[in-house]
């Protein structure tokens, strides 16, 4: 499997927060560091509890 964001392949991927890339922990923890990934993640927390699984995500910034 590779990176969806940067393009490294074997390693460990996780879906991103903003949308449904595939990526990697150095990706990921770029992540955590934007501004609106507090925002992502609330919105994404309140679609689950709301019974939507499938929720694609608020978009990925364009500086990321």
Known sequence: MKCERCGKSDCTL???MF???MICNEC???EKNHPKYN???N????QVMNGNFNFRGIGKPSDL
Request: without cysteine; aromatic residues 0%.
């Open 14 to 16: 996780i879906m991103s």
């Open 39 to 41: 925002e992502a993640h």
């Open 19 to 21: 949308n449904t890339d």
């Open 28 to 30: 990921n923890e770029k």
């Open 43 to 46: 919105i994404e927390e309140k």
